[in-house]
């Protein structure tokens, strides 16, 4: 059952996603905390604490926290907090205390925090929003009973993790997109899949433009920073399932090479992250299916899982809760037309295309929603969980935009709608990169590289063939895309960056820059242009446009990220090509 309950709080914690940690016997050992008769509970309150953390740091609260009945701990004592800088970190947190670090006995505030989520996925503790606690269920007490005398796991335990395992639905998701004709995909291919599309806390690396980037590139130490660290949030989460799984036996690590073609040449890159479901993983698949003998596993969801991202969280969370609960108690189905019904009637007015998408989305965090004569059902069975109305938000400028180009993108896929998310996200200038580039080069036609790093654009496209063919003239972009919260203004010293590599460009001599990055220009280009691109342009941008224009004799631009997408969406359409492109954008 999904309970609409009116809790007062002011606490928006992370649940439903983890990102860091994958021992097993760790994860015990945190739900182990809150039994009170477990070894691991008597050696936190006897030594652990009171060897780990100092007086200063709130031993004796902590231990006496340990030492209440009912047992129930609050967040803040369980996680603890940060320390700057990180090297002369305290431990001040009972979980941070109950895991040892790799260089310290004990780990973050971090870790610890990602710990919490994980027992609170797996359903071994529960939250308690009236103040911030948690406690242990039964599913933890059985986990905990189930320890053996040394550090391995028991059958027992493994059998009760891999069980929680397949009742959190990102698992089975993993699992069904591995099993779909015996698959073999990457971290990236599985990220692409989970969560909620065209949403910042969602996010994942265009795999396609990644390669192209590692075919290019000749320094191995950046090779090998490529494949550790770049990869989206929802990368991240496969990334982790994964491993879980793996260590559960459902699937396996089995890295996976591609040919890549770069103009004339085929480069093989292989992505060390990739996975391929066993034959244990297939027993399991239908354990969670009710399939045979078994018996079908209900679903453990959150609110908290149905949006990551600040700023339209709770919103998203609340619609896509509320959407749930209806699919799921509309045993005769639901159309998305009595959806956005009775969405409306709880405050929460919204488009049809919105529902569909966060429909989409629901299936791809794992649950089983199925669709017949446009009617929609839930096949799954949801452990109960609550609805907290007092966090209902209005949605940002933002989210309005998204949803009025839902109906406007008729051709292009709405994962695009996360680079409006992106391109206001600084920390994402990477990832904003990066999907601008896929945008143009497998949406619309163009050839091209994404380039970043020491003095080079971030990045390049170009016409092919196609322009011959009608007798024009191929062209290139130069293209430098920023991500800046306020809209970007364009300051003096990007302009001239700009005009530098214009230059280079031009002159194409060594010795000005011997990385030579327009060699990546197609052979037959022979006009050229340059584009920034933003979520919007504020201030005296154009001055610096013209300015660029006058001293290097070449036409720019400067493009919202709505603009892109309506342009590209035109295209895909065919009511553009690339030669009607260039006039639209660079204004002949």
Known sequence: ?????????????AFGWVQDPSNLRSLCNVTAIFDESSPMHQLLVHSIIPELVEKRDGKDELIEVLNKRPLRISYNKLVGTAFKPRSASRCNGIVQATVKGQVRPFIGEWQADNFVRWAYAFHFIRYNYEDDTFEITEEGRELVRARGEDEELTKEETELLTRAALSYPPAVRILRLLADEDAHLT??????????????GFTSLPQSVLLRTLAITKDPSDINKMKADWEGSSDKYAR?????????????????TFQVPIQSEVYPVTIGQAYQITAKGYMALNHTNGKSSYKRLSKNVCFEMLATKAGDREYLRTRRAYLLKFISESKQ???????VERLAKCGLSCEEGSIADDIKGLI?????????????????????????????????EVETIKEQMRGELTHLSHEYLGLLDLAYDSKQNRLFEL?????????CGFEGLHLGGSRKPDGIVYTKDENEQVGKENYGIIIDTKAYSGGYSLPISQADEMERYIGENQTRDIRINPNEWWKNFGDGVTEYYYLFVAGHFKGKYQEQIDRINCNK???????????????VNDYKAGKLTHEDMKLKIFHY
């Open 435 to 443: 999907k601008t580039m896929q945008l143009l080069t497998e949406e």
């Open 240 to 256: 982790m399932i994964a491993k879980w799984l793996a260590k559960l036996g459902l699937v396996e690590a089995v890295p996976k």
């Open 364 to 396: 791809n965090i794992g649950l089983n929603i199925t669709s017949k004569n446009n009617l929609y059902y839930l096949e799954d069975v949801l452990n109960d969980f609550l609805i907290p109305t007092a966090r209902l938000e209005g949605k940002s």
């Open 187 to 200: 971290k990236f291919e599985l990220g692409k899949q989970l969560g909620f599309i065209g949403e910042g």
């Open 1 to 13: 059952m999904i309970t609409v309950w009116p809790v007062e709080t002011t606490n928006f914690r």
């Open 553 to 567: 004799n070449i036409k720019g631009a400067a493009v919202s990220i709505q603009q892109l997408l309506r342009i």
């Open 333 to 339: 189905g639901i159309s998305v037309s009595q959806l």
